[in-house]
């Protein structure tokens, strides 16, 4: 199992006036940690898209221990957790420096064509399944 | 149970380069949505920060059927699923003009005070307790 | 002169730590008053993209007087500057409940093609030319 | 005169319907490269808050050439255009890889106490003011 960790600062603008990151903003974080994993993998989501492939989330989720506050340091430990030609999922622990977990989270992906229309990865992109297959 | 509906056009900065609003942004439509539900029965989230009440999220999640596009009406159906002096429960329905789902969610909330330790509302402020069972 | 006036309560999720909206969150209200300036004059942002013409951004300024708070209801008064068949000017003036300003602003904006090659508005599509016309 | 240079990958969720960056965004950048700025002589924008000190934005402004696109890497070059003990200016110059300038902006900040009261640094925080200094 490849765990990836994604290192990160808070920044002011993600704060909201409870003091801490506002809880929509974790789902952003996940989406800058997964591109990591992938592109530390070789897989650049942008060149995904150019071969005319999407990773729409189909379904995301958010567990909030403890707010992550400004200019804090984030560790976000991810994980491929389950991968198909069908669909693919991420696992997500945000950790600050002292290795405790603020959130954790997950974010489920189907695969789709230009037009949006599902596609089995299996088939219609053997080479880029085989790369997936290899992160998890 | 109260449904409230909560109606809201798509912005354009709220989408994304897949041309569909960016998936984190649904939890800022339910904060604006759950706000609205509350509102309109005479709690204003504003007066309970005010009172040293804070609601912050401990869970979300979301699930996405298909993208809303920028300029469509959405219709945020909301309710309270669960309410407790402890936390409190509200479910989502994105709805579109036709009346097709588009996303649904649910968020979780506990109270706390103004140094975020738990509180139960029931003993905590019984007044505010009472007002959030009306909304159930 | 036509001004058109925009209201909307401040969210939450627009706050920062300071307590006030971030000052990069009056950009996207901007944006939205022009879209809501446009649309009460007949014309749809949504329906010129699908024209083939876009309107991005130039140049954008805004100088900052008194944040606005969470919850606060605000009417941003939007009136076209500037129109010509390269380019459109917009100027904005935030105000509150009382009719303080809070915040004043300008974007400037070119029209393109979908290749983003800058075009005539005149020549290109005349009958929005003079729809736009219609709106200084 | 010190030049900052903060590098930064171009996120999905900073990317609109138009493929690019939207223009609101380049905002948080230039927090992004101004709190780097500051950071690295020294001087760590929580701290100044927990002295007691906000440098809330009194103007911003910005001029977009060209787009950033997703996953592009920018370099925001950052430098201390105009500082006193009552304000402070920064002016930015984003790059891409290849050099070439996409956008460029300025925001000025005024100094406040913890009630949002102006305060000259000079008197108010002569060690601060000094540390700012050396930064111009």
């Not at 420096?97 to 489920?108: A, F, I, K, M, N």
Request: aromatic fraction near 14%.
């Amino acid at each position: 199992m490849n765990t990836n960790i994604y290192a990160r600062v808070v920044q002011y603008y993600e704060t909201d006036k409870m003091g801490v990151v506002h809880h929509s903003k974790y789902f952003c974080w996940f989406e800058e940690a997964r591109t990591d994993l992938m592109a530390k993998n070789g897989i650049l989501y942008r060149d995904m898209e150019a071969m005319g492939v999407m990773m729409p989330v189909t379904k995301a989720d958010c567990k909030y221990k403890k707010g992550a506050k400004y200019f804090e340091k984030v560790y976000i430990h991810t994980r491929v957790e389950k991968f198909g030609g069908a669909k693919m999922v991420f696992a997500y622990d945000v950790k600050n420096q002292e290795g405790d977990t603020l959130v954790t989270g997950s974010t489920e992906h189907c695969f789709v064509d230009d037009n949006f229309a599902p596609v089995n990865l299996k088939k219609y992109l053997p080479s880029l399944y085989e790369k997936l297959e290899g992160v998890v």
